[in-house]
């Protein structure tokens, strides 16, 4: 290799990013670590995770409580910094929702196609009682769930291929998204109410779920009248 060539091969390299930071003070090293998250979870379009977070932040960095420092300083803002599908996003307070509404005429994180009461129903029921094959799904309506419909949800990045099912002709599982605990501002699926304690407290059962009386949060999101 020439020499040319080896200098262009290192200018096209990045420079290393000193994350140690041993040459300021521990205010100004901790002062400078919170600017570099804040600023790489502003500019990312999903949810960062711990671990490219700690890309940019020293080794002996406490990625938890410099997301707790700057969400307290979020604390009089519009919007604030909440765990997401596994990682970090700004977003929008829920109170300012109508604002948001007024001035784009679309609610604040709510940009996909508004599914019909039906495909809110799949997709809650996919939730619950994941990996579900759709025949189990028709089985649970009593109708068949269409392949037109399952795909809806899949076009919207709400639902993907689960593992095969031990059925015979071992038929596709569905499972949600990523996608779908970030539409839902959901760090994990253990987020999601406890379907037994709401059949217990007489809130929700298979009955109500087949009348189409969904809970609130996935029908305000979500449902609208039709099938």
């Known amino acids: 290799m020439s020499q040319a060539s080896a200098r262009r091969m290192r200018n096209d390299q990045p420079a290393l990013l000193?994350?140690?930071?041993?040459?300021?003070?521990?205010?100004?090293?901790?002062?400078?670590?919170?600017?570099?998250?804040?600023?790489?979870?502003?500019?990312?379009?999903?949810?960062?995770?711990?671990?490219?977070?700690?890309?940019?932040?020293?080794?002996?960095?406490?990625?938890?409580?410099?997301?707790d420092d700057i969400?307290?300083?979020?604390?009089?803002?519009?919007?604030e910094l909440v765990p997401v599908a596994g990682g970090w996003q700004h977003r929008t307070k829920k109170v300012f929702g109508d604002a948001i509404h007024a001035a784009f005429g679309t609610a604040a994180g709510q940009g996909a196609k508004e599914l019909t009461q039906s495909e809110a129903l799949v997709l809650m029921c996919i939730a619950y009682f994941q990996p579900i094959t759709?025949?189990?799904?028709?089985?649970?309506?009593?109708?068949?769930?269409?392949?037109?419909?399952?795909?809806?949800?899949?076009?919207?990045d709400l639902i993907a291929s689960g593992p095969r099912s031990p059925q015979p002709g071992a038929?596709?599982?569905?499972?949600?998204?990523?996608?779908?605990?970030?539409q839902f501002g959901l760090d994990t699926l253990r987020q999601l109410p406890d379907f037994e304690a709401l059949e217990d407290a007489g809130l929700l059962s298979k009955e109500k779920l087949l009348a189409g009386d969904i809970m609130p949060e996935f029908s305000d999101r979500y449902g609208k009248d039709g099938a």
Request: with cysteine; net charge positive.
């Open 18 to 67: 000193d994350t140690e930071l041993e040459r300021l003070p521990p205010e100004l090293r901790w002062r400078e670590w919170m600017g570099r998250v804040e600023a790489v979870i502003f500019a990312a379009s999903e949810p960062v995770t711990r671990s490219v977070l700690a890309r940019v932040v020293g080794r002996n960095c406490n990625i938890d409580l410099i997301i």
């Open 71 to 79: 969400r307290a300083e979020l604390a009089g803002r519009p919007y």
């Open 134 to 156: 759709r025949g189990e799904l028709s089985s649970f309506f009593g109708k068949e769930v269409s392949r037109d419909l399952i795909g809806v949800l899949r076009v919207q």
């Open 171 to 182: 038929p596709y599982t569905y499972v949600t998204t990523k996608n779908f605990l970030s």
